[in-house]
């Protein structure tokens, strides 16, 4: 099973690092990025395996939110069955 | 595979349109807790109201946070009360209607439906008692939602029962006066209720479903209106798919969170219902779309068009996306709940005459409407015969939700807070249907009705 990261906010140094190394942490293991910088704005979208998860993926959710909250990003993070369900028949 | 643009999309529907599950609610059937000891019967629908969705909520949120989609109620059916309580007294309806707001309260759950009856050929001992006890019910609870059925296309209307309604929304209005005669904003008159329907005011848990049900209600007017705003100018046949697709995708949600809660909750899925489910919030107006599609106003003439085509493609675009389709599955006009109505009340555009005749396209009826506080109970009971013919010429559900707000004039405003929103006080046709009233007895079913 996947989940799906968004990351977007105000570009500084070392957010994907952050954001990596806490995917690290808790064992999600990063499948593909997509990155971009537009007028020093930051977007990124990352889909992360889930299966070998250290932790409840409810936990992993609320983790990755307050990453963002203290590095002034807004992270979402969101099991892929929402987006197959909606987009795919 | 994901789609880098499918995953922004729906991220954006739920960021920046208001997209939302607006509510999980579960049915429990009370059936096994009939008694005549009023105490034995408090006890035991407490006990299993208590059980059953005990877990309704953390699950509720637990789902939330896997999806990422807001999922903005968690609430409870029952049987209704005048069935599975038939033998209380009133007095033992209104405890039963407090032991209901303890059982809402300890599941930490905001409204629980059921306190009602099934009425439309006529009325049983308990049918009579649940009725006297409604307005002090609804007065002393707070999470208490009733609604009573006075026709079907199969019975007709029963218009002793439309009458007695008109007295009961009267004393409802009285005793809740000051909070703007709220108690009335939990009281749904309707003709040929639907069973499984998953939303205040008029939630039941029909005498035909399983032990306990998983119903589900959708919502997403804003990401209709944006879809129909970026359409731009184009013609009816492509606004039609526009709205299809875009409701296939917010059932397909709807569907999902659903099945998912059903899992865990060890609970039977019932149906995912397709209703448009406006509130006050800027954004999430079903008026929106109808004035996106072209109206200057909501309540201009073209509205009732606009509705149809609007509440068709969204049944045709749901119906694919879930396996299992009910409850009420059409566009909502509430007034109070809907900015765009708000705003189309208060200038003028939308009249009661105009939200009625909306209602013969669309899913519910005359909802969440403030009229004077001095309207007499026959005006009220014209209302409620009005619209419910509708519903019953049409075989369709219709239902009355009018607040007679105590003290209040046309043009004052009443506030109710949160979801059910604030409303401009309409203006009535004055002229006095009392003696159509009075006569009583059942007005027969429509020919249509005999289709066998």
């Not at chain 1, 070998?52 to 909250?69: N, Y």
């Not at chain 2, 059936?31 to 309704?56: G, N, Q, V, W």
């Not at chain 2, 999806?67 to 109620?73: A, E, F, H, K, L």
């Amino acid at each position: 099973m996947k989940a799906v990261v968004t990351v977007t906010g105000r570009d500084v140094v070392g957010i994907i690092a952050k954001v990596s190394a806490a995917c690290a942490e808790y064992k999600a293991n990063i499948v593909d990025i997509s990155q971009s910088v537009l007028s020093e704005y930051f977007a990124m979208i990352m889909v992360v395996e889930i299966d070998q998860i250290a932790v409840e993926f409810t936990r992993f959710v609320d983790a990755m939110t307050a990453l963002g909250e203290q590095n002034g990003l807004v992270i979402h993070t969101m099991h892929e069955d929402v987006f197959n369900a909606m987009h795919h028949i | 595979m994901l789609n880098m643009n499918d995953i922004l999309e729906t991220i954006h529907m739920i960021e920046g349109e208001n997209l939302d599950i607006r509510t999980i609610t579960m049915g429990i059937s009370l059936l096994d807790c009939a008694s005549e000891d009023e105490d034995r019967f408090c006890d035991k629908i407490y006990d299993k109201i208590t059980r059953r969705a005990e877990h309704l909520v953390s699950v509720g949120e637990e789902i939330e946070k896997m999806y990422g989609i807001p999922i903005v109620n968690k609430r409870v059916s029952v049987t209704p009360l005048a069935i599975a309580g038939g033998a209380l007294s009133p007095d033992g309806f209104v405890r039963a209607a407090k032991t209901l707001d303890r059982a809402a309260d300890t599941l930490g759950i905001n409204f629980i439906g059921g306190f009602g009856a099934l009425v439309h050929k006529g009325f049983t001992i308990g049918d009579r008692n649940l009725l006297a006890a409604i307005p002090q019910a609804l007065s002393e609870t707070g999470k208490v939602c009733s609604s009573v059925n006075v026709a079907s296309t199969k019975a007709g209307i029963n218009m002793d029962a439309v009458k007695q309604m008109g007295d009961i929304i009267k004393e409802t209005a009285y005793l809740t006066r000051d909070n703007d005669s709220i108690g009335c904003a939990k009281l749904v008159v309707f003709t040929n209720v639907p069973e499984d329907n998953p939303f205040m005011a008029g939630a039941f848990h029909g005498v035909g479903e399983p032990d306990g049900v998983i119903n589900v209600g959708v919502s997403g007017p804003g990401v209709v209106a944006s879809a129909i705003r970026r359409a731009g100018d184009c013609d009816f046949s492509t606004l039609a798919d526009i709205i299809k697709k875009t409701a296939f995708k917010i059932t397909r949600m709807g569907q999902l969170v659903a099945y998912e809660a059903s899992r865990r909750l060890d609970t039977p899925f019932g149906i995912v219902d397709l209703s448009l489910a406006p509130t006050p919030a800027i954004g999430d107006s079903v008026a929106h779309i109808l004035e996106g599609m072209g109206l200057e106003r909501c309540g201009a003439h073209g509205t009732t068009a606009a509705l149809a085509l609007l509440n068709d493609a969204v049944k045709k675009g749901g119906v694919m996306a879930s396996s299992h389709v009910g409850g009420l599955s059409g566009a909502f006009i509430p007034v109070s709940e809907d900015q765009g109505m708000i705003d189309a009340v208060s200038c003028g555009s939308l009249t009661l005459d105009k939200l009625e005749a909306m209602t013969a396209v669309c899913s519910v009826g005359l909802d969440m409407i403030a009229i004077p506080g001095d309207t007499p109970a026959e005006v009220i009971c014209g209302i409620i015969a009005d619209e419910i013919s509708i519903g019953v010429a049409n075989t369709k559900t219709t239902a009355v939700r009018v607040i007679p707000a105590w003290g209040k004039k046309p043009g004052d405003m009443v506030s109710f807070g949160g979801l059910l929103g604030y409303a401009p006080v309409m203006k009535l046709n004055e002229m006095s249907p009392a003696a159509f009233i009075a006569r009583g007895g059942r007005i027969p079913a429509p020919i249509h009705s005999l289709k066998n």
